[in-house]
């Protein structure tokens, strides 16, 4: 039977999604946990890879097992046996040409950002709060020009400049193959009570993608870069025209999209 | 200069407050800090400790400092300094004489509950959620009956069978002398959001008692134990009286107050 998993998982305490030998991943975990379960050595596969810190509300992977077991005892038998750091949402059966990063369409983000100085008061950020954000140093007193500059990466681009700088970072795909070439349905950013959040939705993102377009976003929120360099940086295609990476701790995979 | 501090922490990470050799505590690393920070070696005193995995929203601390140092610059360098999962809410010069535990009156504690299994569906707790709650495995069904027992500490009594059963631990102080006659001002218990929340305040605390209280509480709301144990638990003056000790995740020293 094939299997389709909805889940959502704490990044801080796991070296990203992906197996790594002698380190605690997300997918590692997964795989120990059914091979504890059912007895089965399964690789499961996820719609994209998650970073290390990166976190997730709802990362979906799929998995083959020979084991015949009901939903419900799946279900609960993985939640019980699974850190409390992850949690399954949701297990369904699937057709077996189900495959959760091939048949993935759109891919929804969130980015959390804690404004340590707003409006010019020093702002405390929560113990409980700070693993779950990046703790931006900078007043972004450009905050319009950040939520304009957001709605400058809509459309269909090539995103070469907001792809991962290290070469064989740059060639890894994020689940979505190589092609620099994205289409982006929505980009915006919202207050949230303490929080300036980001979400981006799209059909597909490059490995270090919405960590870069966020560094350049608070780089121009904080005045360092042009309000319009947007566009410019697009038309570069290349990485070293965009701002930084923004660090991991702030970002989540929000939802996957299937047909 | 005697300084008063509030801080708020994450607890998880943390093997309590006390400084122990070889291990983290919160007192530990403020003490590391603040040498770092002003080259003296002090001890700084709380309102009382917390176990491994307590949280604090509130927590007060005091220590005296030779060195001469603006508020500011006290207050901005120990959050620079200190890790994210510690952070100084308020910053005060105080009299000499200010000491944070022996000068204490009241304290408030806050225990939350995520019940796994409410109105007879499966909840998930949420792996952001885990850290901070009593994840807890029980429908408490007899939710008005807990309400109830939680009012019937209200008042002063002997907590003897809510204080830690260790002997050793039972004569350790929660920083507010070994008598265990304490006088609780309000308990109570409210559905908030997911949460089952517990806010309990009183002139002092035993060790574990609060733990002990909601380990008894729940016993009730499972029905485990009668509805009205709570006065008859505290007249036997014996800790096996009393339910099990709850958690410490779901534990947050909440505030503390002064004269």
Redesign the interface.
């Known amino acids: 039977m094939n299997w389709k998993l909805t889940l959502?998982?704490?990044g801080t305490d796991f070296h990203g999604w992906q197996v790594q030998p002698g380190l605690t991943t997300v997918q590692g975990t997964l795989a120990a946990t059914l091979r504890t379960l059912v007895g089965e050595k399964v690789l499961p596969q996820a719609s994209g890879r998650t970073d290390a810190g990166v976190?997730a509300l709802g990362q979906v992977v799929s998995f083959a097992l020979e084991t015949n077991i009901p939903r419900e005892n799946l279900h609960?038998a993985l939640?019980q046996a699974l850190p409390?750091?992850?949690?399954?949402?949701t297990t369904e059966p699937v057709g077996d040409d189900f495959h959760a990063r091939h048949a993935a369409r759109q891919k929804t983000y969130e980015y959390r950002i804690f404004e340590r100085r707003r409006d010019g008061e020093?702002q405390?950020?929560?113990?409980?709060l700070?693993?779950?954000v990046w703790?931006c140093r900078w007043p972004l007193v450009y905050l319009e020009a950040m939520s304009e500059a957001a709605k400058d990466i809509v459309g269909r681009h090539d995103f070469t400049s907001f792809g991962a700088s290290d070469p064989d970072m740059a060639t890894r795909e994020d689940g979505d193959g190589v092609n620099p070439v994205k289409t982006i349905e929505s980009s915006a950013f919202a207050r949230e009570r303490d929080l300036l959040v980001y979400r981006v939705t799209g059909s597909g993102f490059l490995h270090h993608m919405v960590r870069n377009l966020v560094g350049t976003f608070v780089d121009i929120g904080r005045g360092a870069m042009a309000a319009d360099c947007v566009p410019k940086i697009l038309a570069a295609k290349d990485r070293t025209a965009a701002g930084p990476t923004a660090p991991p701790s702030g970002l989540f995979l929000h939802s996957v999209r299937y047909l």
Do not use: Q
Not at 84 to 89: E, F, G, H, L, Q
């Open positions: 959502t998982y704490d976190h609960r939640n409390p750091s992850i949690r399954v949402i020093e405390v950020c929560s113990p409980f700070a693993p779950y703790n």
